[in-house]
């Protein structure tokens, strides 16, 4: 029986995209669409969207429709497109005052209200479509109200009786938290109570903690990190709520869309390769360092990373690790990402201290982050929490070996290389340390000084399969257990 689904996401691949939620959001829509459910993806029209590739029409009864929230007024039409390569529709929130702004996310004062607006249209929406959504399918901290809005705000509309919520927690170090002073933002009213009374009393309001204690069922990226967050290292501050919903949470490792990701058909390679033609990726790793301008023979390994520079990602653990690999072996390295300014300074001084081997590229960049997972001989990831992660799974499929730290979905995507077996696809190291970093990029470099092995770990990345028709699945049950 096909399932009618809203979801509801901050940020959709490949219109708008800051990480990954982007990529899972759309890649997650195209699947259930081909899967044969009724899914509308709700989205806000950005003005970063690029109107031009991606067409917008206008939905008829969904135009010039008022929007109170609280004090504050707001219009907002709908506009559709479709994703690229499939049949799944995005509903386009255009609200020019909201989201007319240069990036996707601000530290504007009224940021909540910017995604407060969003869920609430999106509610509004359904209701003016007259279409009653089985399954509200919400998505970080953004749109974590949803489920405390059917329950409290929708409690009488027919149209959502039936509706049940999941909340999928793809970052819970981004809650959204904002000021108990714009309570009224909420229009609770007399259901103010349903609030979480501790944060209110301290003077804060918790969205990411109102869709966990609200959500009919709460996911998150990995079985790992559904573990993980129950604990005090990693729950942020909303363990105990967690662990009191712990009934309800499950972990659902992210698919790959490898439409996008596969080197045997990516768009922005100018040749093609599999596991059974290695030699290209040693063609386009070639014209790869020449495009970036390093003196580095072909056979030097090349790692890459691409990243958001962010605390999560693990930087600092290079501070002291990487220089002293390049001090002392053979390595180049390339690095693309923004953020933080003292990563961003890090990866500039290294670069300046190896001209010939390192490169850094600031700021945000589709088609040289295909290239990095393309051309290089194994990718950085040493992240101090990290919920899924998504190149790990792109870098196995490009032949491109990850070090991983073992968290979260890094945990449960990449299996250490064990060289009496040969099995496993890359290396992984536990401790949060500098030494551990240096301890995988060593026996990374050691292993690939050994042909026959790292053709090993390379194949067995390469055969591993992430795809979204495994991992749909486990969404499309837990819609299920829920609708029926
Ligand atoms: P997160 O969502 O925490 O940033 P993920 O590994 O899940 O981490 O997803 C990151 C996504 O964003 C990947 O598709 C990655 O290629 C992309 N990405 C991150 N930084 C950049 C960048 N600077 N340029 C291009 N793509 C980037
Ligand atoms: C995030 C997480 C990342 C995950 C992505 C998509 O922002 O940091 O680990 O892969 O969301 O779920």
Known sequence: MSLAICLLAAEVAPLSKTGGLADVAGALAKYLTGAGHDVRLFTPLYASIDRARFPVQPVDELQHVPLQIGPHHYVFSVGTTRLPGSEARVYLIDCPVLYGRPVIYTTDPDEHLRFLAFTRAV?????????????????????????????????????????????????????????????????????????????????????????????????????????????????????????????????????????????RIDRYLPQHYGADTLSIKAGLKSAFIERLGLSLPVTTPLAGMVSRLAAQKGIELMFESLPQVLEWRDLGFVALGSGEPQYERFLAELERRFPER???????????????????????????????????????????????????????????????????????????????????????????????????????????????????????????????
């Open 123 to 263: 509610l509004a929406a359904c209701q003016r479509m007259g279409w009653p959504p089985q399954i509200l399918h919400c998505n970080d901290w953004h749109t974590a109200f949803g489920p405390l809005f059917v329950k409290a705000l929708l409690a009488g509309d027919p149209l959502f009786a039936r509706t049940r919520s999941v909340l999928t927690i793809h970052n819970i170090g981004y809650q959204g938290i904002f000021s108990s002073a714009a309570i009224a933002d909420l229009e609770l009213g007399p259901k103010s109570y349903l609030l979480h009374q501790d944060d209110l009393r301290t003077g804060k309001i918790n969205p990411l903690r109102h869709g966990i204690l609200y959500a009919d069922a709460i996911t998150t990226v990995s079985p790992t990190h559904a573990s993980e967050i129950c604990t005090d290292q990693y729950g942020m501050g909303l363990q105990d709520s967690l662990r009191m919903r712990g009934e309800a949470l499950t972990g659902i490792l992210n698919g790959v869309d490898y439409q996008v990701w596969d080197p």
């Open 358 to 484: 390192v490169v850094f590229r600031r700021g945000y960049d589709d088609e040289l982050s295909h290239w990095i997972e393309a051309a290089c001989d194994m990718f950085l990831m040493p992240s101090l929490y990290e919920p899924c992660g998504l190149n790990q799974m792109y870098s196995l499929r490009y032949g491109t070996v990850p070090i991983v730290r073992r968290t979260g979905g890094l945990a449960d995507s990449v299996e250490g290389y064990d060289p009496d077996s040969r099995a496993g696809t890359g290396i992984v190291f536990s401790d949060f340390d500098s030494e551990a970093l240096e301890w995988a990029l060593n026996t990374a470099l050691d292993l690939h000084a050994q042909p026959e092995e790292w053709r090993q770990i390379v194949r067995n990345g390469m055969a591993k399969d992430f795809s979204w028709e495994r991992q749909g699945e486990k969404y499309v049950a837990i819609y299920r257990q829920l609708a029926a």
